[in-house]
């Protein structure tokens, strides 16, 4: 699969990652703090996926090497451009996030776009989320408590997985396909793959 070079496909990965980064404000704005008071850190896990469209929303669409991780990156400093209340830390969730869903995708040779490697793409930014969420951020203190419950830690881990695969990989890849077979994005990657396996 070819780099990442054409204006067209540069036009389309800075509007899905815009895309993206007025939508990781919002619901960082909006849907985190309901999130949190509902469920606490476990709540904040379940929508944690959303996170993740940043990266895989543009790779699923352009299919091309890098579109995740500049996605995801680009996506993360629009966020911080909208006043996010993750500040400056977007400068590393963004990029780590990137990275493991462009993993995702390379294992698959940037051929393979089916549920399975979509499912991987929004699992995978767990790995890099959640140290950084439970070692670093302001946002998780008690994380850091020698006595803090294992059990807790792997029923966040596993509301983060749930949230990363639910929503960050299979709701991106049923979206888009859906505005693929009502006729959009044509022209695009996606919607030629669509055309030639059908």
Excluded: N
Aim: glycine share 14%; charged share 10%; net charge positive.
């Amino acid at each position: 699969m070819a780099s990442i070079g054409t204006v067209r496909v540069i036009t389309g990965l800075a509007a899905f990652s815009v895309v993206s980064g007025v939508i990781f404000a919002a619901w960082s704005h909006l849907v985190a703090p309901l999130a949190f008071l509902a469920g606490g850190h476990i709540g904040i896990g379940l929508i944690y996926g959303m996170w993740y469209i940043g990266g895989t929303l543009p790779a699923y669409v352009l299919r091309r090497r890098g579109a995740a991780f500049i996605g995801e990156t680009v996506a993360a400093i629009v966020e911080l451009l909208l006043v996010s209340p993750y500040s400056i830390l977007l400068y590393y969730y963004g990029p780590a996030q990137g990275i493991m869903s462009e993993l995702a995708f390379a294992l698959g040779r940037y051929r393979r776009w089916g549920w399975g490697t979509m499912a991987l793409a929004g699992a995978l930014p767990v790995i890099a989320s959640y140290p950084f969420d439970c070692l670093v951020s302001p946002f998780y203190p008690a994380c850091r408590d020698p006595g803090y419950p294992p059990e807790l830690h792997l029923a966040i881990i596993a509301s983060m997985l749930i949230s990363g695969v639910v929503l960050g990989g299979l709701l991106v890849k049923a979206v888009v396909d859906r505005v693929v077979e009502a006729g959009g994005l044509r022209g695009w990657p996606v919607a030629q793959a669509k055309e030639v396996q059908g």
